[in-house]
């Protein structure tokens, strides 16, 4: 599976837009964007995941580019409850299973 | 609702003692996963199963085992806990994935937060 970056932290005011980054430049063809958050003392919880398009669902939209190397989470109206670890993960299906690439994530603070 | 559920939230242990860490899942997926979180770190794959009796090593196996008897429940053993296995331990489990089909989440349980002593 591809590796990740993502910046290791980030502030959003309340009630703002939070867009976090994420690249995968050595993403394959048949691998899929997912993004989690875990929020503290948590086990990690699934948010949304894409192949080309952009998708949305009604936690986040998911801005993936045309070349797909980056994409973006976009949390439309980030609340205080919000603030976690974000984490970006590319996987490919296939095999007996499949191992998820977990990296450090993005520490996202959500501020009032 | 999936529901993974692991034991215990906290548990402390003894340098050498054997250790199991428990967790069962509700909706018959194929595949389990137990993880290891520390700082700085992320997420580590200990060990994945795909089907009863099945087991893969992850990145980091050593100083652990792991037994899927049922295909509910997947347990993690130290045999002989040390301090450098002091983690955040988290279980998860998903449907399995087909040759062609990428699109599954997994399911994380709530975590079991060990301290060797």
Redesign the interface.
């Known amino acids: 599976d591809a590796k990740t970056t993502q910046p290791p932290s980030m502030d959003c005011a309340e009630g703002r837009a939070a867009n976090l980054p994420c690249n995968h430049s050595t993403i394959s063809g048949?691998?899929?964007v997912?993004w989690y958050r875990q929020i503290h003392?948590?086990?990690?919880?699934?948010i949304i995941?894409g192949?080309k398009n952009n998708e949305t669902n009604e936690m986040a939209s998911l801005i993936i580019t045309e070349d797909r190397k980056s994409s973006t989470l976009i949390l439309p109206h980030a609340t205080l409850r919000d603030t976690a670890v974000y984490?970006c993960i590319v996987?490919?299906?296939?095999?007996?299973?499949?191992?998820?690439?977990?990296?450090?994530?993005t520490r996202l603070f959500v501020k009032a | 609702d999936v529901k993974v559920t692991q034991s215990s939230r906290y548990l402390v242990k003894r340098t050498g003692e054997k250790v199991f860490l428990e967790c069962v899942q509700d909706m018959d997926h194929e595949n389990m996963f137990w993880y290891r979180q520390d700082p700085g770190l992320g997420l580590r794959l200990i060990y994945f199963s795909y089907d009863v009796k099945m087991k893969e090593k992850g990145d980091i196996p050593e100083g652990y085992s792991v037994s899927r008897e049922k295909k509910e429940r997947f347990s993690l053993i130290l045999e002989s806990a040390s301090t450098n296995q002091t983690s955040m331990y988290l279980c998860a489990s998903s449907p399995i994935t087909g040759r062609l089909i990428g699109n599954t989440e997994a399911f994380f349980g709530q975590g079991t937060r060990l301290t060797v002593v």
């Open positions: 048949n691998e899929y997912y003392s948590q086990g990690p919880q699934y995941h192949l984490y996987r490919a299906p296939g095999g007996g299973g499949f191992k998820t690439i977990f990296g450090a994530g």
